[in-house]
């Protein structure tokens, strides 16, 4: 019987079934059932990887889907990122807020005292690692092409704000949940953020799908979009230069995967609603 993790996980090569498996069973349906015991405030949506001069198309269109998502329930979503995902969200009618990328401490108190977020969601966001640096799949610094965001989930953290963090492969914000077994079992530096509630997927737009879809199923609200809907968004990226990071190209795929595969997941979700 599928799941939504299951359907998160699909093709799975980079060790992200261990990760599932440590999670326990029903995660993307915790993470949703705590979202929707938070007041309808701000929702903070934390994206952007850089990937070979660009920002990369896993991570902004699971972001425009839970924002999409979110937006619907009644919560009023705002995207955090830096310059590479410029343009991206706001043609949808998502503001964005622009980290710099000397940001710091009091910069991120200041931006949760402003906002007063409900909650952070962090999609495909690169994270600080145990060795100190914003750090790729590679292991190679892409520090100085990345905000320090994960500054800012710490920060909330540290205040009691909800934390969730989707990733695929260990470095990404909110990971550090899982950081000991990280190390034990990937290839991977793994990041020291950890979350209140982490999502693991083969890509982490699938991850952010799922949780669409368990929102959905947790609230008895039609509020997941469409894959037409995303599949148009995950376009409109391409067309303003996000690339996939399995070419390094601007082209209708994630991680390597032909976009229908991942607009497959989204129909698969709804059947599964």
């Known amino acids: 019987m599928e799941t939504f993790e299951s359907i998160a996980l699909r093709h799975s090569a980079r060790g992200m079934d261990i990760l599932s498996e440590a999670l326990g069973p029903g995660y993307i349906t915790k993470a949703a059932e705590a979202l929707l015991s938070e007041e309808k405030g701000t929702a903070l949506i934390a994206t952007g990887f850089y990937v070979g001069g660009a920002a990369e198309t896993d991570g902004p ?157 947790a609230s008895g609200t039609a509020c997941f979009p469409s894959a037409e809907d995303t599949a148009f968004f995950l376009a409109g990226t391409v067309t303003k230069g996000l690339v996939n990071a399995g070419t390094k190209t601007p082209e209708f795929a994630v991680d390597g995967f032909p976009g229908k595969v991942g607009m497959q997941v989204i129909e698969d979700l709804h059947s599964l609603i």
């Open 61 to 217: 269109p699971g972001a425009w889907c839970v924002a999409k998502t979110l937006g619907a329930l009644g919560f009023t979503p705002v995207i955090v990122t830096d310059a590479l995902c410029s343009g991206i969200f706001e043609g949808s009618g998502i503001p964005a807020v622009y980290a710099d990328m000397d940001l710091g401490e009091e910069d991120c108190i200041k931006l949760l005292e402003d906002l007063k977020p409900s909650c952070l969601i962090s999609v495909e966001r690169c994270g600080l690692n145990a060795k100190g640096f914003y750090g790729n799949a590679s292991g190679q610094d892409i520090g100085r092409w990345t905000a320090p965001l994960s500054k800012l989930f710490e920060a909330a953290s540290r205040r009691g704000y909800l934390t969730i963090g989707i990733g695929d492969g260990g470095n990404e914000i909110g990971m550090g949940s899982l950081r000991d077994l990280i190390e034990e079992k990937l290839d991977i530096i793994p990041c020291t953020t950890a979350c209140d509630h982490l999502i693991a997927a083969t890509t982490s737009n699938w991850g952010a799908y799922a949780l669409c879809a368990a929102l959905e199923k």
